[in-house]
């Protein structure tokens, strides 16, 4: 027995390329747009049927204004031969000119239409010899023969143009039934059709409400999945963040720590062997006899001096690596002292106040070591004449600012630490403070460290 052949793979096909939404958005155009058609179709049909009622009332109205004026010329006429009284003439003029003006206002209506055009023309033949004949009347009244306005040719032509009348009459209103009865079946069709589209719509309404919960659901899916990964991501990040955080101040703290114990150690022994020497040094000077002091004077002098230079670069050696003013008398003296020694070319101006409250001793070492990268960076790099620096309290913050007139730098640009300021933000950041660098090519810079003084401030 064969093996079955496995299941052919699926091939692409056009549908799976097929968006249901863009589909249903142009269903819903179409419906919208068959709907707004339709019911243009049905407001014509109606305006249709409406003109059409209108124009019959107007054309009854019309073909009364030919009969009556006729009826009351008559009148007129025969009243005028009984009496002789020209009163009577007003109404046959006025007559007369109805007559006209309806009939010019038919045919002006009717003039599309052939079958109504001939029977107009006829109708106007027979109301002018109508009016021929009253013309007469009135001119021959005299006559014995003229009995009456009414006999002979008049009645004939008066007969006529009442069945003609009739005639039109009734063919106008058939006309208008059809054409009325035509736009209540354009008028039906349309609304059917309506209706045919409010279900059509109704319908789709219900799949894109169906569609839009399903997709309502999947987004919803997928924020939830995505809310998990952020907070999953971002609980990483802190976690990384606070490891490297507490990495990077315990190597700072160890810095300092081992700074603290080279320069103690440099100060307790190599500053007493150094001492030890130059007092050896002198008290060899002086208990030598002069004969033979005389000729090695040269070297005790200059083996003195090395000794003092020797002291002067521990003391400073030492200073840099712990300030020994700053445990002694506090964060204000010590970057006075340090100011005056590390100037240099610059002018530097200093805002320190003289009441400053004791400080914590990390707290005083990290805004004395944010001073002292800030105005080796000004020396560096800078190429800045004056410098100022501040210290105070701002509201709950002790604020250290230090500015200069250099020659800045895009800080929007400018990677953290190559120059030291990333070890600046991070010994702020040590304190929930806040480090801000500001600077602009041509327009200095400015360093600001703001540290709370709830952890700030010696209890």
């Not at 002018?128 to 009414?150: C, D, F, M, N």
């Not at 079946?185 to 839009?212: E, K, P, Q, T, Y």
């Not at 999953?232 to 101040?249: D, G, I, P």
């Not at 560096?380 to 200069?404: C, F, N, P, W, Y």
Request: glycine share 6%; aromatic share 4%; hydrophobic share 45%.
């Amino acid at each position: 027995m064969s093996p079955t052949p496995p299941p052919a793979a699926p091939t692409p096909s056009a549908s799976q390329g097929f968006s249901w939404p863009l589909a249903m958005l142009l269903a819903g155009c179409g419906l919208i747009l068959s709907l707004l058609v339709s019911v243009y179709w049905q407001a014509a049909s109606s305006r249709e049927a409406l003109d059409d009622l209108q124009a019959r009332s107007r054309h009854e109205d019309l073909l009364d204004a030919v009969y009556l004026p006729l009826l009351e010329a008559e009148s007129s006429v025969r009243g005028y031969l009984l009496n002789h009284n020209p009163v009577y003439l007003g109404p046959y003029q006025e007559s007369a000119q109805q007559a006209r003006k309806a009939l010019g206002a038919l045919r002006s209506d009717l003039a599309d239409q052939p079958a109504f055009r001939q029977r107009l023309l006829r109708l106007t033949d027979l109301v002018e010899r109508k009016r021929a004949v009253l013309e007469e009347a009135l001119v021959h009244g005299t006559r014995p023969e003229v009995h009456s306005a009414s006999g002979g040719p008049g009645k004939q032509a008066m007969e006529e143009i009442r069945v003609l009348v009739g005639e039109l009459r009734d063919d106008l209103a058939s006309a208008h039934d059809r054409r009325v009865l035509d736009s209540f079946a354009s008028f039906s069709r349309s609304r059917m059709m309506n209706i045919a589209l409010c279900v059509a719509a109704l319908g789709l309404l219900l799949v894109l409400f169906v569609s839009m919960r399903k997709q309502e659901r999947m987004r919803r899916q997928l924020d939830e999945i995505l809310q998990r990964e952020k907070a999953e991501l971002e609980s990483e990040v802190a976690q990384r963040t606070a490891e490297l955080s507490a990495l990077a101040s315990y190597l700072t703290n160890t810095r300092e720590a081992e700074q603290a114990r080279l320069a103690r150690e440099l100060h307790d022994e190599l500053g007493a062997l150094l001492t030890a020497a130059k007092l050896d040094t002198g008290w060899i000077a002086r208990k030598l006899p002069p004969e033979v002091k005389a000729p090695l004077q040269d070297r005790f002098d200059r083996l003195q001096d090395t000794l003092n230079q020797g002291i002067a670069i521990k003391r400073r050696v030492v200073t840099d690596l712990r300030p020994p003013l700053l445990g002694e008398l506090g964060l204000v003296d010590a970057l006075n002292t340090y100011l005056d020694n590390n100037a240099g070319d610059l002018q530097i101006e200093t805002e320190l106040p003289a009441d400053l409250p004791e400080l914590r001793a990390p707290v005083a070492l990290a805004l004395f070591r944010i001073a002292q990268e800030a105005l080796n960076n000004v020396h560096k790099h800078a190429h800045a004449h004056k410098v100022t620096l501040s210290l105070s309290i701002d509201g709950d913050d002790v604020v250290l600012r230090i500015e200069d007139d250099g020659r800045g730098f895009d800080a929007s640009t400018r990677k953290f630490g190559s120059h030291g300021l990333a070890g600046m933000r991070h010994r702020v950041q040590m304190f929930a403070g806040r480090f801000t660098l500001r600077s602009a090519a041509g327009r200095g810079t400015v360093v600001e460290a703001r540290v709370p003084t709830r952890a700030a401030l010696a209890a």
